[in-house]
């Protein structure tokens, strides 16, 4: 196996791959295009996500012809994250470019990436002005950004994925992160570091479809907010306090009522009322902290966030 580590290399492309078989020989001589064009050396890393169609078999071949490119298979199918996280730990360049597999990311903007880069920028992310998604997936993904920026506490920008360029100091402190739930995205913004954003060019999406559906956004986003943020334990105890208030203004009401207006009993629906909110309140409540202890759990347990599976020859 090639000891890669000897040989200096200026940008390191980490490409996560699932269901993308067309379009991969299209992508990786499209980049290998454009960085011959300004003489950068370069590599480019293929993570097979265990895609379940023919994309390992494609991946070798083009790691066979091409002296640049490198490709490894994961054991399982781990998620978008995890399989960039394992490209990162493989990547030796100066400088990181993070895109998808798809096509939708153009490898034309990478030249405009890193020349905005080398203005002294650790961090600079692709903004895609003019996406071109279905209506009601941009209008989801705006949903769902600014949902999750409140409960994490951070900046996020539904225009801005996982595609830019990364210096390697950022790399690093990315991969420092050993907790075992990972989301590029949110870990890149944590670390800090000096970034900027440039417009790009968002392509159409002509292979495959996105296998993020709603059901997966939700469940990504409570992993996200479980793993990353507080916010949620901290606003179940100011629900719990407005909760309690509220049962004390309304105590006051009845003994208000009981002394001045001289009722006694209340019907029976407004107990009942009353029993099902605060029990519902209080599931709810212990359900977010099952959530935390649930995560808890499954970091204590301390297993790799990925497993190989297959690499090509030259890794």
Not at 255 to 262: E, L
Request: with cysteine; glycine share 8%; net charge positive.
């Amino acid at each position: 196996m090639k000891n890669k580590k000897n040989t200096f290399v200026d940008v390191s492309i980490v490409i996560p791959v699932y269901k993308c078989n067309e379009c991969l020989i299209q992508l990786c001589s499209g980049i290998s295009f454009e960085l011959e064009k300004i003489s950068l050396k370069y590599e480019i890393i293929l993570v097979d996500d265990c895609s379940p169609d023919d994309s390992w078999n494609t991946i070798e071949g083009i790691a066979k012809e091409g002296k640049s490119i490198y490709g490894i298979r994961l054991s399982r199918n781990f998620g978008q994250h995890i399989a960039i996280v394992a490209g990162l730990e493989r990547s030796i360049g100066n400088r990181v470019v993070v895109m998808d597999c798809d096509l939708q990311d153009d490898p034309r903007e990478i030249k405009n990436l890193y020349v905005k880069a080398k203005e002294g920028f650790h961090i600079v992310y692709a903004q895609r002005v003019n996406r071109r998604d279905p209506m009601f997936k941009v209008i989801m993904s705006k949903v769902f950004y600014k949902i999750l920026g409140y409960l994490t506490d951070t900046r996020l920008d539904a225009s801005v994925s996982n595609f830019g360029i990364y210096h390697r100091k950022v790399i690093d402190a990315v991969l420092s992160m050993k907790e075992g739930h990972k989301i590029f995205s949110i870990m890149v913004r944590w670390v800090g570091f000096s970034s900027s954003s440039i417009h790009v060019l968002h392509a159409s999406r002509k292979y495959g479809k996105s296998s993020y559906s709603f059901r997966n956004l939700i469940k990504m986003s409570i992993g996200i907010v479980t793993s990353f943020s507080d916010k949620p334990l901290r606003l179940m105890i100011k629900i719990g306090f407005m909760v309690a208030f509220i049962s004390g203004v309304y105590a006051l009401f009845l003994i208000y009522n009981g002394v001045i207006n001289q009722v006694d009993v209340y019907g029976w629906a407004s107990v009942m009322v009353s029993m099902w909110f605060i029990g519902g309140v209080l599931m709810s409540i212990i359900g977010v902290v099952g959530l935390y202890v649930g995560r808890t759990f499954d970091e204590v347990k301390s297993r790799p966030v990925f497993i190989l599976d297959k690499n090509t020859e030259k890794f």
